[in-house]
Nanobody, 130 residues
């Protein structure tokens, strides 16, 4: 059983940066593919980025005005921690951000769905003011 706890959210002005962390415990973090999702008020939860257990494969959401080029996902397996560095933040990035763990050894494709994952964190609020 893996427990995931996000931190690092907060209030930031547009153009600013935040670094989210997701601390894992209770399981073999280095064996899991990991992902970040977000859910804005009144909107569906959406995929943000994912990283393979080895950090060799990294993918970002590929929708219009996506996070690609502004956000960076990374992990430190020695510290059982997942990160999301968020730069050039925009008001539309305002959301609750969640990390999630996917136990499947090989995850095909470039995206990840909430139901693909086996464990999820409680979320951390990110608010970007204009």
């Amino acid at each position: 059983q893996v427990q995931l706890v996000e931190s690092g959210g907060g209030l930031v002005q547009a153009g600013g940066s935040l670094r989210l962390s997701c601390a894992a415990s209770g399981g073999a973090f280095s064996y899991y593919n990991m992902g970040w999702f977000r859910q804005a008020p009144g909107k569906e939860r959406e995929f943000v980025a994912r990283i393979s257990w080895s950090a060799v494969n990294i993918y970002y959401a590929d929708y219009v005005d996506s996070v690609k080029g502004r956000f960076t996902i990374s992990r430190d397996n020695a510290k059982n921690t997942l990160f999301l560095q968020m730069n050039s933040l925009k008001p539309e990035d305002t959301a609750v951000y969640y990390c999630a763990a996917d136990s499947r050894a090989v995850r095909p494709g470039k995206s990840l769905t909430w139901s693909d994952c086996d464990y999820w964190g409680q979320g951390t609020q990110v608010t970007v003011s204009s």
